[in-house]
């Protein structure tokens, strides 16, 4: 079973600062995406990884992909209280009948302090 | 422009109670989901489809169905609702080549009291 893993679940920064997020997944796959969930609202496309070495980055925001070490960064830069939110990873996975899905981490929750 | 809705956005039910929630989508997709999140495990899929009278079993799919008649429309059903069924339910869906980005509806909140 896929195991998607996010740490840490929690952060707290003080504006100005930097910090990553790392998603750790456990089987093959060369596709993963980042969304954000600001409280009690839907989930919004921030990036998308399509291979090994991806890098996407929108204002102070970067996310990376490794998928030998089957790992996801999402760096953040000059951290702005704007930025406070829910991050998920999703990881997407070929099913053996055909077809794909995305199977999520269970979100780091980032507060930014002014 | 085109878009995916849900309704309703807040229902409070009772135990064994049937409840059906809706999902519409105006993207002509092919490719649509349902999740449930809650509290320590991000979202969680229930059932998805890849066409009209496609449907397929996610990881949470016990007490749940759906059907799909048409490509807009995914409803989601809870036969005998649970206290367990707490949650909210988002849909979404996904162009059928690009990406695989996901796009999703605002949520419904049920509670079952």
């Known amino acids: 079973e896929l195991k998607v893993e996010q740490n840490p679940l929690f952060l707290s920064m003080q504006e100005g600062k930097n910090y990553t997020i790392y998603c750790n997944y456990s089987?093959?796959?060369?596709?993963l995406y980042w969304y954000r969930q600001d409280p009690g609202k839907s989930l919004e496309s921030l990036f998308v990884?399509?291979?090994?070495?991806a890098v996407k980055q929108e204002g102070r925001l970067m996310a990376s992909l490794d998928t030998k070490a089957r790992l996801s960064t999402l760096h953040i830069t000059a951290a702005v209280h704007d930025l406070s939110a829910t991050y998920f990873c999703?990881?997407?996975?070929?099913?053996?009948?055909?077809?794909?899905?995305?199977?999520f981490g269970t979100g780091t929750q980032l507060k930014v302090e002014l | 422009d085109a878009e995916i809705t849900q309704s309703p956005r807040h229902k409070i039910t009772e135990t064994g109670r049937q409840v059906t929630l809706a999902c519409h989508q105006t993207?002509?997709?092919?490719?649509m989901f349902w999740y449930r999140q809650d509290l320590g495990h991000g979202l969680r899929l229930i059932h998805y489809?890849?066409?009209?009278?496609?449907?397929n079993k996610g990881e949470v799919s016990d007490g749940y169905s759906v059907s799909r008649s048409n490509t807009e429309d995914l409803p989601l059903t809870l036969e005998s609702a649970a206290s367990s069924q707490t949650s909210v339910y988002f849909c979404?869906?996904?162009?059928?080549?690009?990406?695989?980005?996901?796009?999703f509806g605002e949520g419904s909140r049920l509670t079952v009291l």
């Open positions: 489809s890849y066409g009209v009278q496609d449907t």
């Open positions: 993207w002509n997709h092919n490719n």
């Open positions: 089987t093959t796959s060369d596709r």
């Open positions: 999703a990881v997407d996975v070929i099913l053996t009948g055909g077809g794909n899905k995305l199977t």
């Open positions: 979404a869906s996904k162009r059928d080549s690009g990406p695989g980005e996901l796009f």
């Open positions: 990884l399509l291979s090994n070495g």
